[in-house]
């Protein structure tokens, strides 16, 4: 199931989200618009999304989140952008890792 919305998942929702590898949802988040797209197959569909609804390139993070553990990762291919100062999977500027990982703390608040 892929879902893409503002506010925080349900409980239904999530046990939705995680079909695709559980216990893990990719996630793709705008972290200027706070609207996140999880589901995925793969992070790039997310992010097509986003960039349809009007998000910014550069807003546009990915990563994802292990409901067993709670951790959450920052490692996306989309998020190789040397351009916006990102040269790995990971997102390397602290800013808007604490951004990406407040947001999907707050979208997943219901597990996490």
């Not at 920052?74 to 190789?80: A, R, V």
Request: proline letters at 4%; one cysteine or more.
């Amino acid at each position: 199931m892929l879902l893409t919305k503002s506010s925080p998942f349900t409980l239904e929702e999530i046990e939705k989200l995680k079909e695709q590898f559980d216990p893990y949802i990719k996630t793709v988040i705008d972290i200027n618009r706070k609207v996140c797209s999880a589901g995925i197959d793969r992070h790039f569909e997310g992010e097509q999304i986003l960039l349809k609804e009007d998000s910014k390139q550069s807003n546009i993070w990915g990563g994802g989140i292990d409901l067993e553990t709670k951790v959450i990762d920052f490692n996306s291919f989309i998020n190789i952008r040397p351009g916006d100062n990102n040269t790995s999977n990971e997102i390397q500027n602290p800013e808007i890792r604490k951004k990406y990982e407040e947001l999907t703390e707050y979208f997943f608040q219901k597990v996490i």
